[in-house]
């Protein structure tokens, strides 16, 4: 299963000290792991195909039956009332042909898998799940609009992009059904599908970046449409977690797509990785026609691929490419591209940061490593395997600067997962998020940035002991709270998740989270994020410790990999 590609090298490298090894000693590899992150925002909806977690993984249900038809100027949208007070149309956005730029919808028209207005979206494809539930013709999204929306009303519209690593995850993955978020911001609510994978980022023909500019066909579809549901062409915000962010920062560093959208939401970005530039995916590319035996310039051996072999090539690319180039790293490494076209700037710490102006709001939970980490090592770790992991992951020198530090010390530590978890957290996404709110507020914009103490369980960690303690707040664990789909919600988690609405609803009409009878949430600036805490007992300052995201420590005297690969 590719997205645990990493677990060999990892216990290849701790088997000596750790009682998890033995059972899986056949699967340790010879291949060079130096440098090669053990903190990889894997992704958490293919745990959904363990056999322990099937069933809890639920897609979006496809419940509501009135019809309601609505006038665009590309035809008659048909949804239904799903009776939460919001309809739902699914439909789709955009057509491409196999390895093509997707071009904007001409004509209203249920998604492919679905025949009337109740149906919803096949997924597009993707390894280890059923191939029944998915299609390559899957550029569809999922329009929520309140039920008292009327036309030309102007409301903002949110468009969510699903995370699962570029590789998995759909518009129908669990605590997605954005009906609850559209009524408590009063906004359309758009749910969309991207292409995933080598479908989305390997064109053998050297294209890139296919699968982000689906994202902007999108934008371009909405912007033609919202206005007959009452929304405004001119208030797109965007909005996603993991991965999904991370094409929300591509976005934002693509010229061309600015004028499509006023503002970004970004859930947990893995931004330690940054994009591949054009030499990595240059050489990514090779070995992917490689693998098909398809030649670039080969149209008709790659139209006649089937998706099982596409698929195949591209689970081992996945697995190869950190010895192809280590900077891909194993967590997600075919993603968006730095291509000098589209995606013009790394926009992180390498290079001179662009000038920017839109609002953006940054968010992380508290312990965004705990599945990968406690996922990994089921039993209590001794502080001597602390080191040991850091080198296999950092190098050497990275782990004697975290050694020397204070923030992640063992001594007395009764589990070592514990500072390895908040190393994690901070090195691939806290910490190089705050480096990118800095930067951004430095160079003309505006940025909020917050951390979520209190979340609910996503149903891929349910799985995971350490995600289910109360006080910890997995990678994931914010979906929900954000949708208002926590299933039976404790009071903390509903008041969070109203708190949150409250808060989307102000940004997406001002580009500010701040609502009168809440707490003040206080931008960032060049020296100090003022994190506020999301959830939990409000601390005096309303925001929480700075710890090792302090600007003279991760980006400064610890480097990000996106630093230390030069990309
Ligand atoms: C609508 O489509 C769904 C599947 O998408 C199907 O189960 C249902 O029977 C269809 N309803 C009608 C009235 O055709
Ligand atoms: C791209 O990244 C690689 C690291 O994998 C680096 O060696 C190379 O110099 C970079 N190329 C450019 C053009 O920046
Ligand atoms: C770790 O904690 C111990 C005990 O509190 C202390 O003696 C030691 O100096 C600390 N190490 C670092 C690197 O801060």
């Not at 982000?212 to 797109?236: E, Q, W």
């Not at 404790?490 to 609405?501: S, V, Y």
Request: proline share 7%.
């Amino acid at each position: 299963m590719v997205a645990f590609a990493w677990i060999p090298f990892l216990l290849a490298c701790v088997s000596p000290l750790s009682s998890v090894a033995a059972p899986l000693e056949g699967l340790t590899t010879t291949a060079s792991f130096k440098g090669t992150p053990v903190f990889p925002p894997i992704n958490y909806g293919l745990l959904c195909e363990l056999p322990i977690l099937q069933g809890i993984c639920t897609r979006v249900a496809a419940k509501g039956s009135s019809g309601i038809q609505v006038t665009t100027p590309i035809g008659t949208a048909q949804g239904v009332a799903d009776g939460s007070g919001a309809n739902r149309f699914a439909v789709k956005y955009a057509s491409a042909t196999r390895w093509a730029a997707s071009t904007v919808a001409t004509k209203w028209a249920f998604p492919t898998g679905a025949t009337n207005a109740s149906g919803l979206p096949l997924a597009c494809p993707q390894p280890s799940v059923d191939p029944s539930t998915y299609t390559e013709d899957c550029l569809s999204m999922i329009l929520y609009v309140p039920t008292s929306l009327k036309a030309n009303s102007d409301v903002p519209t949110l468009l969510w992009i699903h995370g699962g690593s570029f590789i998995a995850g759909s518009a129908t993955a669990p605590g997605l059904d954005g009906s609850k978020l559209a009524i408590a911001t009063n906004s359309i609510v758009a749910v969309m599908q991207y292409r995933l994978g080598a479908l989305g980022f390997m064109a053998p023909s050297g294209a890139t970046n296919l699968a982000v500019k689906d994202t902007i066909t999108a934008m371009n579809f909405l912007a033609k449409v919202v206005p007959s549901f009452g929304g405004s062409a001119k208030k797109i915000t965007l909005a996603g977690q993991s991965s999904g962010a991370n094409m929300i920062r591509a976005l934002l560093a693509t010229p061309s797509a600015s004028s499509l959208f006023q503002s970004a939401i970004l859930q947990s970005d893995p931004i330690n990785y940054g994009f591949l530039n054009a030499s990595t995916q240059t050489a990514l590319q090779s070995s992917y026609n490689t693998l098909t035996g398809c030649a670039a310039t080969d149209k008709a051996c790659q139209a006649a691929l089937s998706l099982d072999a596409i698929l195949d090539a591209q689970v081992t690319l996945g697995d190869n490419a950190p010895s192809i180039d280590a900077s891909t790293g194993s967590a997600e490494p075919i993603r968006p591209v730095r291509d000098g076209s589209l995606i013009t700037t790394p926009l992180d710490l390498t290079a001179a940061f662009p000038s920017v102006n839109k609002p953006i709001l940054l968010s992380n939970v508290k312990n965004e490593a705990g599945p990968t980490i406690f996922g990994m090592f089921t039993g209590v770790l001794a502080p001597s395997v602390f080191g040991p992991v850091c080198e296999a992951s950092l190098g050497d020198d990275r782990t004697a600067t975290i050694q020397a530090s204070p923030f992640y010390n063992t001594t007395n530590v009764a589990d070592t997962r514990i500072p390895l978890e908040a190393l994690g957290t901070d090195w691939v996404w806290r910490c190089p998020t705050w480096s990118l709110a800095r930067s951004w507020v430095g160079h003309g914009g505006k940025a909020f940035v917050g951390l979520y103490v209190t979340g609910a369980t996503y149903p891929a960690n349910n799985g995971i002991a350490f995600c289910l303690e109360s006080g910890s707040v997995c990678h994931q664990d914010d979906i929900e709270i954000v949708f208002g789909t926590v299933p039976n919600p404790t009071p903390a988690q509903a008041a969070l998740t109203t708190e949150m609405q409250a808060r989307y609803k102000a940004f997406l009409t001002t580009g500010n989270p701040n609502v009168a009878g809440l707490s003040p949430w206080t931008a960032a600036t060049t020296t100090d994020v003022h994190a506020h805490q999301l959830g939990g007992t409000p601390t005096p300052s309303g925001e929480v410790p700075v710890g090792a995201c302090d600007p003279s420590f991760w980006g400064a005297a610890v480097d990000y990999d996106y630093q230390v690969f030069g990309i």
